[in-house]
């Protein structure tokens, strides 16, 4: 027989909502374990109660070693992790690879072009040149101060993860 639907939302009674927390809170551990046992993954689990108690599961020998590990893939492996980050950044590096190809192809009629320019054109080209030159190194301070902001805020997460253990 299979069991009827409930909706999700708050337990209002104090008494059946420790209940339930405590009934879910086991099977999603044994779901955890299964899932280390029958995959050969690696799992970790928190879980804080609405007290602030913390339960923990892990596969592995200790907690402190799997937050490491995440830490590692998180900090010093940025580019294993795909993001909606990582994504922008390859866009963007197709995005270069077509304007280099322009400007292979721009330098080679450039080449036949600028013995004919007069001083004057020389000088309006080089202050355009210098000015788009300006437009795309500002917008490569903007990404790696947004990259940096990003950093910091995983490295603050992760050391209130550490000082928690």
Known sequence: MAQKKIEIKRI???SARQLTFSKRRRGLFKKARELSILC???VALLVF???GKLYEYSSSSSMKE???KYMDKCILYPNTIQND?????????EDLKGVKQQCQDSTQNAR???TALSLKDSQQLEEQLEIRLDHIRSQKVEQL???I???QEKVYFNSRIISYF
């Open 12 to 14: 209002a009674n104090s």
């Open 40 to 42: 050969e993954a690696d």
């Open 49 to 51: 109660s609405s007290t």
């Open 66 to 68: 799997m937050l490491n």
């Open 85 to 93: 980050g990582q994504r922008t950044l390859e866009l963007k590096s």
């Open 112 to 114: 036949e072009d600028l």
């Open 145 to 147: 101060a947004k990259e």
């Open 149 to 151: 902001n990003e950093l």
